[in-house]
Protein backbone atom coordinates (compact mmCIF):
# COMPACT_ATOMS: atom_id res chain seq x y z
CA UNK A 1 0.00 0.00 0.00
CA UNK A 2 2.82 2.63 1.09
CA UNK A 3 4.71 2.28 -2.35
CA UNK A 4 1.76 3.90 -4.06
CA UNK A 5 0.71 6.31 -1.64
CA UNK A 6 1.45 9.75 -2.54
CA UNK A 7 2.06 12.29 -0.85
CA UNK A 8 -1.68 13.92 -1.51
CA UNK A 9 -2.73 10.37 -0.28
CA UNK A 10 -0.79 10.68 3.05
CA UNK A 11 -1.86 14.71 4.04
CA UNK A 12 -5.47 13.33 3.19
CA UNK A 13 -5.19 10.71 5.21
CA UNK A 14 -4.18 12.65 8.49
CA UNK A 15 -7.03 14.73 6.98
CA UNK A 16 -9.19 11.29 7.54
CA UNK A 17 -7.89 11.26 11.04
CA UNK A 18 -9.13 14.52 11.89
CA UNK A 19 -12.64 13.43 10.36
CA UNK A 20 -12.91 10.08 12.00
CA UNK A 21 -11.64 11.71 15.66
CA UNK A 22 -14.08 14.17 15.61
CA UNK A 23 -16.98 11.77 14.67
CA UNK A 24 -15.63 9.92 17.69
CA UNK A 25 -16.29 12.14 20.00
CA UNK A 26 -19.43 13.64 18.88
CA UNK A 27 -22.32 11.21 20.22
CA UNK A 28 -24.41 10.06 17.49
CA UNK A 29 -21.60 10.33 14.70
CA UNK A 30 -19.29 7.11 14.60
CA UNK A 31 -15.79 7.51 13.03
CA UNK A 32 -16.10 4.29 11.20
CA UNK A 33 -18.28 5.81 8.92
CA UNK A 34 -15.68 8.40 7.82
CA UNK A 35 -13.32 5.08 6.86
CA UNK A 36 -15.82 3.38 5.26
CA UNK A 37 -17.09 5.84 2.94
CA UNK A 38 -13.13 7.48 2.70
CA UNK A 39 -12.38 4.25 1.02
CA UNK A 40 -9.38 2.76 3.77
CA UNK A 41 -12.03 0.85 6.31
CA UNK A 42 -10.61 -2.79 5.09
CA UNK A 43 -7.48 -1.46 5.29
CA UNK A 44 -7.78 -0.19 8.67
CA UNK A 45 -9.09 -3.49 9.93
CA UNK A 46 -6.39 -5.42 8.16
CA UNK A 47 -3.79 -3.01 9.89
CA UNK A 48 -5.26 -3.31 13.56
CA UNK A 49 -5.69 -7.07 13.08
CA UNK A 50 -1.91 -7.23 12.56
CA UNK A 51 -1.75 -6.49 16.32
CA UNK A 52 -0.74 -10.06 16.93
CA UNK A 53 1.27 -12.52 18.25
CA UNK A 54 4.29 -12.37 15.41
CA UNK A 55 4.09 -8.31 16.56
CA UNK A 56 4.17 -8.91 20.21
CA UNK A 57 7.54 -11.38 19.01
CA UNK A 58 8.87 -8.69 16.85
CA UNK A 59 8.54 -5.99 19.54
CA UNK A 60 10.53 -7.95 21.88
CA UNK A 61 13.07 -8.85 19.75
CA UNK A 62 13.07 -5.40 19.12
CA UNK A 63 12.82 -5.59 15.64
CA UNK A 64 11.10 -2.46 15.47
CA UNK A 65 11.42 -1.50 11.60
CA UNK A 66 9.91 -5.34 10.70
CA UNK A 67 7.62 -4.62 13.21
CA UNK A 68 7.08 -1.03 11.54
CA UNK A 69 6.28 -2.39 8.46
CA UNK A 70 4.29 -5.53 9.70
CA UNK A 71 1.43 -3.44 11.19
CA UNK A 72 1.70 -0.84 8.36
CA UNK A 73 2.76 1.38 11.01
CA UNK A 74 3.02 4.29 7.75
CA UNK A 75 -0.93 4.44 7.78
CA UNK A 76 -1.81 3.67 11.05
CA UNK A 77 0.81 6.38 12.35
CA UNK A 78 -0.53 9.22 9.60
CA UNK A 79 -4.36 8.19 11.09
CA UNK A 80 -3.80 8.28 14.37
CA UNK A 81 -2.34 11.82 14.16
CA UNK A 82 -4.88 12.82 11.98
CA UNK A 83 -7.01 11.83 15.45
CA UNK A 84 -4.78 12.75 18.15
CA UNK A 85 -4.80 16.55 16.38
CA UNK A 86 -8.59 16.32 16.15
CA UNK A 87 -9.13 15.82 19.80
CA UNK A 88 -7.31 18.91 20.90
CA UNK A 89 -8.21 21.03 17.86
CA UNK A 90 -11.30 20.37 15.68
CA UNK A 91 -13.39 18.90 18.57
CA UNK A 92 -12.93 21.66 20.38
CA UNK A 93 -14.52 23.69 17.39
CA UNK A 94 -17.15 21.54 17.57
CA UNK A 95 -18.04 21.94 21.12
CA UNK A 96 -18.22 25.67 20.02
CA UNK A 97 -20.81 24.96 17.02
CA UNK A 98 -22.96 22.60 19.03
CA UNK A 99 -23.10 24.61 21.83
CA UNK A 100 -23.35 27.80 19.72
CA UNK A 101 -25.46 26.02 16.53
CA UNK A 102 -26.74 22.96 17.43
CA UNK A 103 -29.43 22.67 15.13
CA UNK A 104 -27.37 23.13 11.99
CA UNK A 105 -24.40 21.03 13.35
CA UNK A 106 -26.73 18.27 13.47
CA UNK A 107 -28.35 18.77 10.49
CA UNK A 108 -25.14 18.32 8.50
CA UNK A 109 -24.43 15.28 10.65
CA UNK A 110 -27.61 13.88 9.71
CA UNK A 111 -26.83 14.66 6.16
CA UNK A 112 -23.84 12.45 6.41
CA UNK A 113 -25.10 9.55 7.83
CA UNK A 114 -28.12 9.55 5.10
CA UNK A 115 -25.72 10.00 2.54
CA UNK A 116 -23.33 7.34 4.09
CA UNK A 117 -26.48 4.71 4.00
CA UNK A 118 -27.15 5.58 0.68
CA UNK A 119 -23.06 4.91 -0.37
CA UNK A 120 -22.85 1.66 1.67
CA UNK A 121 -26.08 0.07 0.47
CA UNK A 122 -25.73 1.30 -3.52
CA UNK A 123 -23.57 -1.13 -4.20
CA UNK A 124 -25.01 -3.79 -2.10
CA UNK A 125 -26.97 -6.66 -4.29
CA UNK A 126 -26.49 -9.80 -2.14
CA UNK A 127 -30.13 -9.28 -0.65
CA UNK A 128 -32.07 -12.51 0.44
CA UNK A 129 -34.05 -13.34 3.61
CA UNK A 130 -30.51 -13.92 5.74
CA UNK A 131 -29.31 -10.03 4.80
CA UNK A 132 -32.84 -8.61 4.99
CA UNK A 133 -33.21 -10.46 8.73
CA UNK A 134 -29.45 -8.40 9.54
CA UNK A 135 -30.18 -5.42 8.35
CA UNK A 136 -33.49 -5.60 10.45
CA UNK A 137 -31.99 -6.67 13.46
CA UNK A 138 -29.30 -3.72 13.08
CA UNK A 139 -32.08 -1.30 12.26
CA UNK A 140 -34.07 -2.30 15.39
CA UNK A 141 -30.77 -2.48 17.85
CA UNK A 142 -29.58 1.28 16.62
CA UNK A 143 -33.28 2.60 17.01
CA UNK A 144 -33.02 0.67 20.90
CA UNK A 145 -29.98 2.13 21.04
CA UNK A 146 -30.92 5.70 20.49
CA UNK A 147 -33.80 5.64 22.84
CA UNK A 148 -32.09 3.92 26.39
CA UNK A 149 -31.65 6.10 29.48
CA UNK A 150 -28.15 6.54 30.46
CA UNK A 151 -26.35 5.50 33.69
CA UNK A 152 -25.24 6.78 36.14
CA UNK A 153 -21.26 8.06 36.49
CA UNK A 154 -19.18 5.04 37.41
CA UNK A 155 -15.52 6.22 37.95
CA UNK A 156 -13.93 2.16 39.02
CA UNK A 157 -11.11 1.52 37.46
CA UNK A 158 -12.71 -2.02 35.48
CA UNK A 159 -15.69 -0.39 34.25
CA UNK A 160 -13.63 2.32 32.84
CA UNK A 161 -11.53 -0.34 31.30
CA UNK A 162 -14.80 -1.81 29.91
CA UNK A 163 -15.86 1.28 28.73
CA UNK A 164 -12.22 2.18 26.88
CA UNK A 165 -13.61 -1.43 24.75
CA UNK A 166 -16.98 -0.26 24.02
CA UNK A 167 -16.09 3.58 23.16
CA UNK A 168 -14.02 2.24 20.02
CA UNK A 169 -16.53 0.21 18.34
CA UNK A 170 -17.45 3.60 16.86
CA UNK A 171 -14.16 3.54 14.96
CA UNK A 172 -14.36 -0.22 13.36
CA UNK A 173 -17.76 -0.52 13.33
CA UNK A 174 -19.46 1.88 11.01
CA UNK A 175 -23.21 2.93 12.52
CA UNK A 176 -22.21 2.21 16.17
CA UNK A 177 -21.51 5.88 17.90
CA UNK A 178 -18.86 4.87 20.87
CA UNK A 179 -19.43 8.29 22.10
CA UNK A 180 -23.81 8.35 22.76
CA UNK A 181 -22.70 4.36 24.50
CA UNK A 182 -20.52 6.30 26.54
CA UNK A 183 -23.32 8.39 27.14
CA UNK A 184 -25.73 5.55 28.19
CA UNK A 185 -23.08 4.17 30.29
CA UNK A 186 -23.04 7.14 32.09
CA UNK A 187 -19.36 8.26 31.45
CA UNK A 188 -19.31 10.72 28.67
CA UNK A 189 -18.06 13.26 30.78
CA UNK A 190 -15.61 11.18 32.73
CA UNK A 191 -13.75 9.98 30.11
CA UNK A 192 -14.18 12.16 26.82
CA UNK A 193 -14.17 15.35 29.19
CA UNK A 194 -12.96 15.79 32.21
CA UNK A 195 -9.86 12.95 32.09
CA UNK A 196 -9.22 14.64 28.31
CA UNK A 197 -8.94 18.34 30.53
CA UNK A 198 -7.32 16.62 33.45
CA UNK A 199 -4.40 15.98 30.95
CA UNK A 200 -4.55 19.45 28.57
CA UNK A 201 -4.16 20.78 32.13
CA UNK A 202 -1.32 18.55 33.08
CA UNK A 203 0.72 18.89 30.03
CA UNK A 204 0.34 22.55 30.48
CA UNK A 205 1.77 22.44 34.12
CA UNK A 206 4.54 20.38 32.71
CA UNK A 207 5.59 23.17 29.79
CA UNK A 208 5.61 25.53 32.76
CA UNK A 209 7.56 23.29 35.07
CA UNK A 210 5.42 23.27 37.32
CA UNK A 211 4.56 20.01 39.13
CA UNK A 212 2.34 20.86 42.30
CA UNK A 213 -0.33 18.70 39.92
CA UNK A 214 1.02 15.56 41.34
CA UNK A 215 -0.34 16.49 44.98
CA UNK A 216 -3.81 16.82 43.05
CA UNK A 217 -5.34 14.06 44.23
CA UNK A 218 -8.69 14.64 41.74
CA UNK A 219 -6.17 15.62 39.28
CA UNK A 220 -3.99 12.15 39.57
CA UNK A 221 -7.05 10.13 39.81
CA UNK A 222 -8.60 11.66 36.48
CA UNK A 223 -4.88 10.57 34.94
CA UNK A 224 -5.39 7.28 35.98
CA UNK A 225 -8.93 6.99 34.52
CA UNK A 226 -7.34 8.52 31.22
CA UNK A 227 -4.71 6.02 31.25
CA UNK A 228 -7.00 2.88 31.81
CA UNK A 229 -9.42 4.28 29.24
CA UNK A 230 -6.58 4.49 26.65
CA UNK A 231 -5.26 0.69 27.40
CA UNK A 232 -9.23 -0.31 27.15
CA UNK A 233 -9.49 1.52 23.93
CA UNK A 234 -6.53 0.24 22.63
CA UNK A 235 -7.85 -3.66 23.57
CA UNK A 236 -11.00 -3.25 22.19
CA UNK A 237 -9.28 -2.17 19.05
CA UNK A 238 -7.45 -5.24 18.56
CA UNK A 239 -10.10 -7.67 19.74
CA UNK A 240 -12.71 -5.84 17.54
CA UNK A 241 -10.27 -6.09 14.51
CA UNK A 242 -9.67 -9.55 14.67
CA UNK A 243 -13.58 -9.71 14.95
CA UNK A 244 -14.42 -7.80 12.26
CA UNK A 245 -11.60 -9.36 9.83
CA UNK A 246 -13.02 -12.86 10.09
CA UNK A 247 -16.89 -12.19 9.95
CA UNK A 248 -15.93 -10.02 7.23
CA UNK A 249 -14.04 -12.82 4.91
CA UNK A 250 -16.46 -15.31 6.24
CA UNK A 251 -19.96 -13.17 6.89
CA UNK A 252 -19.57 -10.40 4.46
CA UNK A 253 -23.08 -9.84 2.99
CA UNK A 254 -24.56 -10.31 6.37
CA UNK A 255 -22.32 -8.04 8.36
CA UNK A 256 -22.76 -5.41 5.43
CA UNK A 257 -26.41 -5.65 6.16
CA UNK A 258 -26.01 -5.79 9.50
CA UNK A 259 -23.99 -2.32 9.15
CA UNK A 260 -26.75 -0.66 7.10
CA UNK A 261 -28.58 -1.34 9.51
CA UNK A 262 -26.85 0.15 12.60
CA UNK A 263 -26.99 3.58 10.25
CA UNK A 264 -30.18 3.45 9.68
CA UNK A 265 -30.84 2.92 13.25
CA UNK A 266 -28.36 5.99 14.54
CA UNK A 267 -30.41 8.39 12.25
CA UNK A 268 -32.59 8.58 15.44
CA UNK A 269 -29.31 9.94 17.42
CA UNK A 270 -28.69 12.37 15.30
CA UNK A 271 -32.03 14.09 14.16
CA UNK A 272 -30.99 17.84 14.21
CA UNK A 273 -34.93 18.63 15.73
CA UNK A 274 -34.38 17.73 19.69
CA UNK A 275 -34.28 19.38 22.69
CA UNK A 276 -31.74 18.27 24.93
CA UNK A 277 -31.89 16.87 28.59
CA UNK A 278 -29.56 18.10 31.03
CA UNK A 279 -28.69 16.39 33.91
CA UNK A 280 -29.78 17.94 37.41
CA UNK A 281 -28.46 17.79 40.75
CA UNK A 282 -30.91 17.19 44.04
CA UNK A 283 -30.62 20.87 44.49
CA UNK A 284 -32.61 21.39 41.00
CA UNK A 285 -29.69 22.96 39.68
CA UNK A 286 -27.84 21.76 36.60
CA UNK A 287 -24.92 19.66 36.64
CA UNK A 288 -21.78 20.96 34.70
CA UNK A 289 -18.98 19.65 33.90
CA UNK A 290 -15.22 20.53 34.65
CA UNK A 291 -15.71 22.95 31.87
CA UNK A 292 -18.47 24.81 33.54
CA UNK A 293 -20.68 22.98 30.43
CA UNK A 294 -23.87 21.61 31.24
CA UNK A 295 -24.03 17.80 31.24
CA UNK A 296 -26.07 15.84 28.83
CA UNK A 297 -27.68 12.83 29.51
CA UNK A 298 -30.54 12.00 26.71
CA UNK A 299 -32.49 14.00 23.86
CA UNK A 300 -36.36 14.47 23.06
CA UNK A 301 -37.30 14.20 19.40
CA UNK A 302 -39.70 16.49 17.54
CA UNK A 303 -40.90 17.44 14.16
CA UNK A 304 -40.27 20.62 13.24
CA UNK A 305 -42.42 24.11 12.21
CA UNK A 306 -41.85 25.29 8.69
CA UNK A 307 -39.95 28.47 8.79
CA UNK A 308 -36.53 30.03 8.10
CA UNK A 309 -34.45 28.51 10.38
CA UNK A 310 -36.01 25.15 9.69
CA UNK A 311 -35.15 25.43 5.69
CA UNK A 312 -31.45 26.58 6.31
CA UNK A 313 -31.43 23.11 8.91
CA UNK A 314 -32.70 21.57 5.22
CA UNK A 315 -30.19 23.23 3.57
CA UNK A 316 -27.27 22.28 5.24
CA UNK A 317 -28.56 18.28 5.58
CA UNK A 318 -28.16 18.37 1.63
CA UNK A 319 -24.53 19.89 2.54
CA UNK A 320 -23.94 16.59 4.82
CA UNK A 321 -25.01 14.48 1.97
CA UNK A 322 -22.91 16.53 -0.68
CA UNK A 323 -19.46 15.95 1.88
CA UNK A 324 -20.44 12.16 1.93
CA UNK A 325 -20.71 11.74 -1.99
CA UNK A 326 -17.58 13.77 -2.13
CA UNK A 327 -15.24 11.45 0.36
CA UNK A 328 -17.04 8.73 -1.85
CA UNK A 329 -15.40 10.13 -4.99
CA UNK A 330 -12.31 10.70 -3.85
CA UNK A 331 -12.19 7.31 -1.88
CA UNK A 332 -12.62 5.77 -5.96
CA UNK A 333 -9.88 7.52 -7.44
CA UNK A 334 -7.96 6.34 -4.01
CA UNK A 335 -8.80 2.65 -4.36
CA UNK A 336 -8.57 3.02 -8.06
CA UNK A 337 -4.69 4.25 -7.85
CA UNK A 338 -3.84 1.41 -5.88
CA UNK A 339 -5.34 -1.14 -8.04
Not at 72 to 79: D, I, P, T, V
Not at 104 to 109: I, L, N, P, T, Y
Not at 111 to 136: C, P
Not at 251 to 256: D, F, G
Request: glycine share 8%; hydrophobic share 50%.
Amino acid sequence: MESTRTLSDKIFLVLKGLGMGAANKVPGISGGVVAFVSGFYEEFIYSLQKFNGKAFKLLINGRFRILYQYINGKFLSLLFSGMIISYFSISKILDFLIQHYELFVWSVFFGMIVGSIYYISKDFEDWNYRTIIALLIGTALGISISFLDPAKENDNLWFVFFCGIISVSGMTLPGFSGSFILILLGNYVLLLVDSVNALYDTVADIIRWDFSFTANLARIRLLKVLAIFTLGSFAGLVTFSHLLSYILKHYKSITMASIIGFIVGSLGVVWPWKQTIYKTLESGEVALDSTGSKVVTNYIRYIPDLNSETLIAIALIIVGIGIVLMLEIYGEKTRTNHE
